[in-house]
Nanobody, 125 residues
Framework: QVRLVESGGGLVQAGGSLRLSCAVS????????MGWFRQAPGKEREFVAA????????YYTDAVKGRFTISRDNARNTVYLQMNSLKPEDTAVYYC??????????????????WGQGTQVTVSS
């Protein structure tokens, strides 16, 4: 059974940092992109970042470029999201996900087959 478990969320003041982790178990997704998405209250879930299998290609939504960094450790089957210079508008539940097909990038939710349960990030002003 495939499981994705996020951790590292919490409450932080504006300008602060958090590091999210997503541990994958049950299967090794060789060649698959992994992504982070977020959903703020009353809004649709949106793409945040994605990374390829070897970590050589990364993609970010414009709102987080220069502040967030996605990385992965395949030996640990874990993907990370380092979030710096956090803003109140970054407040959301953050989800990690695995793309359904290998070697394919997509910012679309429908292309990701496996999802974690989410971790809450709250940024106070």
């Amino acid at each position: 059974q495939v499981r994705l478990v996020e951790s590292g969320g919490g409450l932080v003041q504006a300008g602060g940092s958090l590091r999210l982790s997503c541990a994958v178990s049950g299967r090794t997704f060789s060649g698959h992109y992994m992504g982070w998405f977020r959903q703020a209250p009353g809004k649709e879930r949106e793409f945040v970042a994605a990374i390829n299998w070897i970590g050589s290609s990364t993609y970010y939504t414009d709102a987080v470029k220069g502040r967030f960094t996605i990385s992965r450790d395949n030996a640990r089957n874990t993907v990370y999201l380092q979030m710096n210079s956090l803003k109140p508008e970054d407040t959301a539940v953050y989800y990690c996900a695995v793309h359904g097909r290998s070697y394919r990038y997509s910012p679309l939710m429908k292309d990701y087959d496996y999802w974690g349960q989410g971790t809450q990030v709250t940024v106070s002003s």
